[in-house]
């Protein structure tokens, strides 16, 4: 089934579907064998630094096969692009779905820039991503308050013919200071305005029942990054400062077991199992 497919699915359903990031093979097993265990597809997501660290075909090739390996049905998506020549070798690559992020721009370059990608897209017949307002990122949290404006969805969504939109309620990427509060008026009138499969970025740290909450109002795809890394090398410190082991094949399998345990509860809320 086409990942397409799967989001107009889970969307009908008012389920979501876990959009997660990897970062090398660990953090890539962890994430495959809870998507395996529970039997439901994932998301495996590359941004433009995890391809540069890993180079594209290494990664593409661990998003590939480590699901054959551990029987899960999996897609690949590359994340926050903002560079239309990797979005065009990673579209050669087979990605079933990318992201345009031209979101720290005005609406009519991010329309105009999204649009080009659009049509580069088109005969892939993938998944465009595309954000519109602002989901502050770690080193970039000026534009705080750069909601989705509902306003601009059907003039956004209608001028690029984008599938996916990413809309900026209240998550940020990143640790959160207090507790997440996401705005699900907001959400609800933009989920009114397009069918597009809406996609909330940032999601690590938001509570079960606020991540539930959003995504029987229309959010479609959960994005989670940073409680990956958090927990990965967290984990790694932990058994470190027990063991003097320097096999590192002993090690890791214990940082990958807590991944896996934590993206199955991630996949858990999103598909609404109890
Ligand atoms: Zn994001």
Same mark, same amino acid.
């Given at each position: 089934?086409?990942?397409?497919?799967?989001?107009?699915?889970?969307?009908?359903?008012?389920?979501?579907?876990? $959009?997660?990031?990897?970062?090398?093979?660990?953090?890539?097993?962890?994430?495959?064998?809870?998507?395996?265990?529970?039997?439901?597809?994932?998301?495996?997501?590359?941004?433009?630094?995890?391809?540069?660290?890993?180079?594209?075909?290494? $990664?593409?090739?661990?998003?590939?096969?480590?699901?054959?390996? *551990?029987?899960?049905?999996?897609?690949?998506?590359?994340?926050?692009?903002?560079?239309?020549?990797?979005?065009?070798?990673?579209?050669?690559?087979?990605?079933?779905?990318?992201?345009?992020?031209?979101?720290?721009?005005?609406?009519?370059?991010?329309?105009?820039?999204?649009?080009?990608?659009?049509?580069?897209?088109?005969?892939?017949?993938?998944?465009?991503?595309?954000?519109?307002?602002?989901?502050?990122?770690?080193?970039?949290?000026?534009?705080?308050?750069?909601?989705?404006?509902?306003?601009?969805?059907?003039?956004?969504?209608?001028?690029?013919?984008?599938?996916?939109?990413?809309?900026?309620?209240?998550?940020?990427?990143?640790?959160?200071?207090?507790?997440?509060?996401?705005?699900?008026?907001?959400?609800?009138?933009?989920?009114?305005?397009?069918?597009?499969?809406?996609?909330?970025?940032?999601?690590?740290?938001?509570?079960?029942?606020?991540?539930?909450? $959003?995504?029987?109002?229309?959010?479609?795809?959960?994005?989670?990054?940073?409680?990956?890394?958090?927990?990965?090398?967290?984990?790694?410190?932990?058994?470190?400062?027990?063991?003097?082991?320097?096999?590192?094949?002993?090690?890791?399998?214990? $940082?990958?077991? *807590?991944?896996?345990?934590?993206?199955?509860?991630?996949?858990?809320?999103?598909?609404?199992?109890?």
């Amino acid at each position: 089934m086409k990942l397409t497919e799967v989001l107009n699915q889970v969307q009908n359903q008012n389920k979501a579907l876990l $959009a997660a990031n990897f970062y090398n093979l660990e953090t890539c097993k962890g994430i495959v064998k809870a998507s395996s265990k529970l039997n439901q597809p994932i998301i495996l997501q590359l941004t433009p630094g995890s391809i540069s660290y890993m180079g594209l075909k290494t $990664a593409v090739s661990i998003a590939r096969n480590v699901p054959i390996e *551990e029987n899960a049905l999996t897609y690949l998506h590359l994340d926050h692009c903002n560079d239309i020549v990797l979005v065009k070798s990673c579209l050669d690559e087979g990605f079933d779905s990318i992201m345009i992020d031209a979101s720290d721009k005005n609406i009519d370059d991010n329309i105009l820039i999204t649009r080009q990608v659009v049509k580069l897209a088109e005969s892939y017949k993938v998944n465009v991503e595309a954000e519109l307002g602002y989901v502050p990122k770690p080193n970039n949290e000026i534009e705080n308050d750069k909601f989705t404006e509902p306003a601009d969805v059907k003039r956004f969504t209608e001028e690029t013919g984008i599938t996916s939109l990413a809309i900026a309620i209240g998550s940020k990427h990143g640790f959160y200071k207090g507790e997440p509060k996401l705005d699900i008026v907001r959400l609800k009138e933009i989920r009114k305005i397009t069918n597009a499969y809406l996609v909330l970025h940032g999601a690590s740290g938001i509570p079960a029942d606020i991540l539930r909450e $959003a995504i029987s109002n229309g959010i479609t795809k959960v994005n989670v990054a940073t409680d990956t890394k958090d927990l990965f090398m967290k984990s790694l410190k932990d058994i470190m400062k027990n063991s003097d082991d320097i096999d590192l094949r002993n090690v890791f399998p214990l $940082a990958i077991n *807590e991944i896996q345990k934590m993206i199955e509860q991630k996949i858990k809320i999103v598909s609404m199992i109890d």
